[in-house]
């Protein structure tokens, strides 16, 4: 036996109705999904900190240590003379070498980051050599200073997804920078100058080297910070800048 169904117009109308609101419900549903996901990724995503973005007149010097012993100290006594904060990255084995030096940044209490174990470029390692450089380094400048690192600083500025993740895991931002001193050139003290007055600008963070080669360094950086002061800057920490600020970070892929 064979049953036929008369449907009215009205609930076919009906039926199309639902079927529509549905069909529109689970696409906005997938869409919804897929941009809570790209969301996600973007704001899980590992990003490096060149800067601050703000009005206020602050500014960040940060220098790099790996190598040599006879242009650190200089560089500390200026700072120190003229009251100047100052965020160091320190190379773990070179502080290991240098023990005097580093109880001397932390006692003339400047900021410490980590500039990482061997003086390497870290995206040609494993992951696994990756982690265990910067565990290194932050066993021994916990150790030297008695103060865990939170920031680093990857040897050569060398940065990629993967290392930026694993410095994320391992609780660490990474800092770069906005305004580059090209000081390890030595190009001469006015170039120094110059390369950093023609760029710095409010939040910003400024890459300079306490390394012996970097020759020109102490000659230049007494004339970057009053010029700097005369423009009204004040000099902080990386931490301090970053602190509580609108930080410009960078994706990397």
């Not at 190598?67 to 502080?95: H, M, Q």
């Not at 870290?122 to 450089?133: A, F, G, L, W």
């Not at 409010?202 to 910070?225: Q, R």
Request: aromatic share 8%.
């Amino acid at each position: 036996m064979r049953y036929i169904f008369v449907v009215s117009a009205q609930r076919l109308k009906q039926i199309m109705i639902v079927c529509t609101t549905l069909l529109l419900a689970i696409a906005l549903g997938y869409q919804e999904r897929d941009s809570i996901a790209a969301f996600a990724d973007q704001e899980e995503s590992p990003h490096a900190i060149y800067k601050v973005d703000t009005k206020e007149k602050k500014i960040a010097l940060t220098f790099d240590i790996s190598w040599g012993e006879t242009r650190a100290v200089p560089i500390l006594d200026i700072l120190k003379e003229k009251n100047v904060k100052a965020t160091f990255f320190l190379s773990s084995a070179w502080s290991q070498r240098h023990q005097d030096t580093v109880k001397r940044i932390k006692q003339d209490g400047f900021e410490i980051g980590s500039h990482g174990h061997k003086h390497d470029f870290y995206t040609k390692y494993t992951d696994e050599e990756i982690r265990s450089q910067i565990r290194l380094a932050d066993s021994i400048l916990t150790e030297m200073t008695g103060k865990k690192p939170t920031l680093i600083r990857m040897p050569n500025g060398d940065i990629d997804k993967r290392v930026l993740t694993i410095a994320n895991q391992l609780k660490y931002s990474v800092i770069q920078w906005d305004t580059d001193s090209h000081d390890w050139t030595n190009p001469g003290k006015d170039v120094i100058v110059n390369n950093v007055l023609s760029k710095a600008h409010p939040g910003d963070i400024i890459l300079m080297h306490a390394s012996d080669s970097s020759k020109e360094t102490h000659l230049a950086l007494p004339v970057i910070i009053e010029k700097l002061r005369g423009k009204g800057y004040e000099f902080v920490t990386v931490s301090e800048l970053i602190s509580g600020a609108d930080v410009k970070s960078q994706e990397v892929k």
